[in-house]
Structures are given as C-alpha cells and as structure tokens.
C-alpha cells in the first residue's frame, strides 16, 4: 500500500506544482487524519478570480473510486470556503482531468466512479481549469456554427457598397 500511496502523493505534488506554475497560490492540506478531525480537500489554490478546492486521485487505469463521504466533505468544505469544488484525476500516461462532484457517476451505493474513457472525453482539461483554454468537444460544433447565407449576402452587399450601413442594418435585424 506504500508505493501507491508514495504515488499519490507524488502526482499530489505534480498538480500543486502545475498550479502554481500557472499562477495559482496553492497548498497541500496535511495528510488526512494527521492535523486535524474535519475532512480537507487534497488541494487549495486560487488565483484572485477562481478559487478551488480539489480532491485528487490517481490510477494506474483502474476507474477510480471516491467515497460518497469523501465528496460531501468536499462540498460542505468547498460551500463554507467560498471555493469550487472539484475532484481531480489523473491515469497514467494521461492528463489531470477535472470535475465538479455532480457531473460524476454515482453508484447504487452512493460512491462515485469516474472511467478513463470519460475522464479524456468529458473532464475539463488542466488549461481549461486555470483559464488558458477552452476545450470544445467535437459534438459541439456543428455545421450551421456562423451566419446563415442571407446574412453573408447582405454583409457581402454592404462590403461592395450596393447597400447603406441603415439598409444592411434593417435587413439584418
């Protein structure tokens, strides 16, 4: 159990260490049960703007468990701290990937589970979590993203000057 431990920590360290290179004040709560009685997140960091609490967990490629507990003591912490809460995972040869505890999969036994496969394909992305992107899902775009045809044929006739700027204007409303 000491190496995976060893090797949670270590990932624990590597998200602290990304966070703080992306400009974040952040800090590893003391291990659990070490300091203190109530429950804290993995890890706190904010920015000024965006502030979260986040709980982390690693696998090797198993999917990844998290205690119903465990998640409700995030979210009592994260509501009375004021920050967004968010479970952090991280497989191996994979990326953090985040969550907000409710867009996760609960169990009949009211434990949550989170896949590899819906970690990449649902979880936000670390540049996505500390503002440097947006990721967009390729369902997401569609075909009519963009003006229509008749809105490009007015703007196309203004542009030539075969419409005033209040005639392509009415046209356009």
């Not at 912490?77 to 990937?97: K, L, Q, T």
Request: charged share 35%; proline share 3%; aromatic share 10%.
């Amino acid at each position: 159990m000491a190496a995976s431990n060893d090797k949670g920590d270590r990932r624990e360290r590597e998200l602290v260490n990304e966070l703080d290179e992306a400009g974040f004040a952040v800090m590893r709560a003391p291990a659990s049960g070490s300091a203190t009685e109530r429950e804290l997140p993995d890890v706190l960091a904010g920015d000024g703007e965006d502030f979260y609490a986040i709980e982390a967990k690693s696998s090797a490629g198993d999917p990844i468990y998290l205690d119903g507990e465990e998640v409700e003591a995030l979210l009592f912490f994260s509501r009375n701290f004021g920050a967004r809460p968010r479970i952090g995972v991280r497989f191996d040869r994979e990326a953090w990937y985040f969550f907000h505890p409710a867009d996760l999969y609960t169990t009949d036994g009211g434990n949550y589970r989170v896949k590899r496969e819906t970690a990449i394909a649902d979880g936000v992305d670390f540049a996505e979590l500390v503002g440097h992107s947006e990721k967009v899902r390729l369902d997401e775009v569609g075909e009519d993203d963009g003006p229509d045809a008749a809105t490009l044929d007015v703007l196309a006739a203004f542009e030539r000057g075969d419409l005033s700027r209040e005639e392509a204007a009415k046209m356009l409303e």
